[in-house]
């Protein structure tokens, strides 16, 4: 038996883009159906022990990996708040350099003019403020040691939190909900606002009919398999980057331009370890707190990781008797990351229902790892450090490294249903909405036509934000300010 | 091996935990961990999943500074306390 609920939009996905359109539609007065694949997951059930926390907030326990050279570690939340819950809570708006190459490249009419109102509301709901030095860490302060000592342009970051504490578990699940993910702020106001919100809801179809949406079937109930049809006119799909192409082409939505699922940009990153003299203990504090931008424009972005032991064990670049050994250091050991704005550009394809995800490091993006390992040796070792491990294999130099060699994972999925402002380019327009199906629509990662070179979740909210408000024939309304001061763009 | 790692294994897809497993069973034999040893990016990440159990128990954290008990109790106290979700 199918359950039939009807709305005026029904929005699938409750991660960065989804719960976003979903409270604004419902605040502005839409009746809003929200689908979200994930549970709504108990905070009192978070531990803070990695491998039991990745099992329980990642889809496949944070094992999605694309294949290619090199393989690719792809982590992605699954729940209510979707990655974000999961992230480390970092907040850029999208550099004014990515928008004007939309603009030129793609004609998207997304000036910083254009898209600061709906900046500045994502950022007053979400609490954005630059960390604390005093709950930056001592890992962050070995980083910044090391970029004043070689004049390197740096800063404290910006971030979505509330009350942090520097628990140190951004991405296994914040124990005190002082990350503003979208599951504890966007989430409960659509559901103030009248939006009705089912979890466990795994959208199957998008359904359609003489060339316009009609609503999407799901399956829910778990084991039971129960059916459930939302009728609604308006559709937005906010899956995420890696899921929403195979939704479409799951669905049998005509394709015009070609490009969907292509186009797959991830931000490939790394990290690097050093034992230093003093001691780091890097899981207190926020683990992501600090970034280095001095090579920015050469799409090499230095930002914070840290994590606790198990996370330590799992990320330390070392083997046998070696690793041993530095993990017996655990307490004195700093780890940073090296994130590139990526060149290389990968396909997202369905086999069997599930995504298989195609992505070669391009040698453009080789060299960017290459030259960055460079310098993030040299940061560490300008901070007094004792040892400096590389995420390469043993007798392997940075600058001989080959793609093969990289022990690379990703973050940043985007791109693979991108918005193209030119008529017939993209899967979706300059207004989000997907070519060739009337009032189907995007929001989320998918729809980035290109690398931000920055932390993504910011962008994908403030497009959402528009896309509402679009939908609602609204303007924005004047923001209310806030404390939010200079924002902090790459150099 | 700790119950939330073994939870890991089981949260991964087939391929991925098949994998997982041999990698580890081989890491734990001599002539397995020699054979490891051939292939740089297995021997690590083989080393990894070890590390990553090993360092998941409790009483080994607590010997690095890190207890895992004590901070997700104090989260719940602090959201107790302050009215958070």
């Known amino acids: 038996m199918t359950r039939v609920l009807e709305a005026d939009v029904c929005v699938v996905g409750a991660g960065a883009g989804g719960a976003v359109v979903a409270a604004e539609l419902a605040e502005g007065g839409a009746r809003v159906v929200l689908l979200e694949q994930g549970p709504a997951h108990d905070p009192d059930g978070f531990s803070a022990r ?58 998207l009419e997304l000036d910083e003019p254009t898209l600061a109102p709906c900046f500045e509301r994502v950022e007053a709901a979400l609490s954005v403020a630059e960390v604390d030095p005093g709950l930056a860490g ?77 609503g999407v079937l799901a399956r829910v109930g778990g084991e039971r398999r129960a059916s459930l049809e939302v009728r609604a006119p308006s559709v937005v799909l906010a899956c995420g980057t890696i899921h929403t192409p195979v939704l479409l082409a799951r669905s049998g939505v005509a394709d015009a ?31 992501q707190s600090f970034y280095v931008d001095e090579f920015a424009g050469e799409g090499i ?83 007094g450090a004792r040892e400096v491990y590389l995420p390469l294999p043993p007798g392997v130099e940075p600058e001989r490294a080959g793609a093969r060699d990289l022990k690379l994972m990703a973050f940043h999925p985007l791109g693979t249903a991108r918005a193209d402002g030119r008529p017939g380019r993209g899967v979706t327009d300059g207004e989000l909405a997907v070519r060739g199906v009337r009032g189907l629509y995007l929001a989320d990662g998918s729809v980035v036509p290109s690398a931000l070179g920055v932390n993504p979740q910011l962008t994908i909210m403030a497009l959402a934000t528009r896309l509402a408000f679009n939908l609602l024939e609204r303007t924005l309304p004047a923001p209310a300010r806030t404390d939010n001061e200079e924002l902090p763009c790459p150099s | 091996m700790s119950a939330g790692f073994e939870f890991f294994l089981h949260a991964a897809p087939w391929p991925q935990r098949l994998g997982m497993r041999v990698l580890m069973a081989l ?28 360092y998941d128990d409790p009483a080994r954290a607590r010997e690095l500074g890190w207890d895992a008990t004590a901070v997700a109790v104090r989260g719940r ?6 009215g958070r979700p």
Not at chain 1, 164 to 192: D, E, L, M, N, W
Not at chain 1, 268 to 276: D, E, Q
Not at chain 2, 29 to 53: D, F, K
């Open chain 1, 50 to 107: 990695p491998p039991e926390m990745m099992a329980k907030l990642y889809r496949d326990a944070g094992q999605t990996a694309t294949l290619g050279k090199p393989p690719i570690l792809l982590p992605l939340g699954r729940g209510l708040g979707g990655t974000t819950l999961v992230n480390s809570g970092t907040c850029f708006r999208t550099p004014a350099h990515v928008l004007e190459r939309w603009s030129r490249e793609f004609e």
């Open chain 1, 138 to 214: 001592a890992n962050a302060a070995v980083a910044r040691r090391g970029a004043e000592r070689l004049g390197w342009s740096h800063g404290y970051l910006r971030r979505n939190a509330r009350g942090c504490v520097g628990s140190g578990v951004c991405a296994f699940g914040c124990p005190t909900s002082a990350k503003q993910h979208t599951g504890i702020t966007y989430v409960p106001r659509a559901r103030a606002a009248g939006a009705q919100l089912l979890t466990g809801a795994d959208v199957r179809r998008v359904l359609t009919r003489g060339g316009r949406v009609v």
């Open chain 1, 257 to 287: 331009s070609g490009q969907l699922g292509r186009n797959l940009a991830l931000h490939p990153a790394t990290a690097a370890f050093a034992l230093m003299e003093e001691d780091v203990n890097m899981a207190r504090g926020v683990p």
């Open chain 1, 301 to 383: 972005m230095f930002e914070g990781v840290a994590g606790p032991p198990a996370y330590a064990a799992m990320s330390l670049p070392l083997s046998g008797e070696e690793h041993r050994r530095a993990m017996a250091s655990y307490r004195s050991l700093a780890q940073f990351g090296l994130m590139v704005s990526d060149a290389s550009r990968g396909v997202v394809r369905s086999l069997g229902g599930r995504p298989l995800i195609r992505y070669d490091l391009c040698d453009a993006d080789l060299a960017k790892f290459r030259h960055g390992l460079v310098r993030l040796r040299e940061l560490f070792l300008a901070a």
């Open chain 2, 27 to 54: 890491a734990r034999r001599p002539r397995g961990a020699a054979l490891l040893e051939r292939s740089p990016l297995a021997h690590q990440t083989a080393t990894s999943l070890l590390g990553m159990s090993r």
């Open chain 2, 77 to 82: 106290e602090l959201r107790r306390v302050e």
